[in-house]
């Protein structure tokens, strides 16, 4: 399944962390709709070549998300390519974005690339910090955030992203309910079932990240209380 508009889950895999065989296995073969590899700190080629590798052995989805040009590399299913929206400096929301395109642009699948606009929220988090992301506002500038992906840039993800924090539900349903076409992310601190439920009654996707490698087991339980509201 490779329409993100049909996803409900996502388990997002740091090349820079050690996973064990059984695990992977555990969260590749957990129903979810996709494994996004993905990290902000040291994501190297071989990291992110090896982990593409072994996840592929699975017929989950599995998807780039692009943080540095050197660890591009084909043979995923799919390529995400953040902007944050709420950065202040012009080379995390279209600076290093236009020298990869320089780079790869002849080269590019545009089918298989998807720009998922974020808005960081967490001040503590190691991607505010890399991108001096401006953390420091209101709801309605989050709101605002989210109709400007949507209606100005036509993006199809707005990504909510709290990682390592556990985030404001009553934000999270406000910028739900001012998107339509663009697919809403969540990410960030979501460590156990009831949270996974919570936030999913407002995002269309939910992120899980660092609990993987945290407690796989109560990880893992986010999967079924996401999709069980399908059936
Ligand atoms: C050869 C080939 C296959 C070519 C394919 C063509 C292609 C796909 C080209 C891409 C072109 C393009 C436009 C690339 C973009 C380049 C780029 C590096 C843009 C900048 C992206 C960006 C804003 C990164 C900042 C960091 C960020 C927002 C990362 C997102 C993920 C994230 C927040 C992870 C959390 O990190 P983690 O380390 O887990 O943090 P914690 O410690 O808090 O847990
Ligand atoms: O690692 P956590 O806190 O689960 O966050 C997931 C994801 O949004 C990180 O980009
Ligand atoms: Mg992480």
Known sequence: ???VREWRHAFKLD???ELSDEDLEKVC???TDAVIIGGSDNVTLDDTLNLMARVRRYPVPCVLEISNIEAITPGYDLYFVPTVLNSQDTAWIT???QKAVKEFGEIMNWEEILVEGYCILNHDCKAAALTSADTNIDEDDVVAYARMAERMFHLPIFYIEYSGMYG????VERVKHV???TTLFYGGGIHTAKQAKEMAKFADV???GNAIYEDIK???KTVAVVKEKES
């Open 29 to 31: 073969e957990s129903g």
């Open 168 to 171: 404001d539900t009553q934000l």
């Open 218 to 220: 109560e990880a893992l």
């Open 179 to 181: 998107l339509e076409k």
């Open 206 to 208: 939910i992120v899980v």
């Open 1 to 3: 399944m490779y329409d």
């Open 15 to 17: 090349p820079n962390k």
């Open 95 to 97: 600076g290093i974005h």
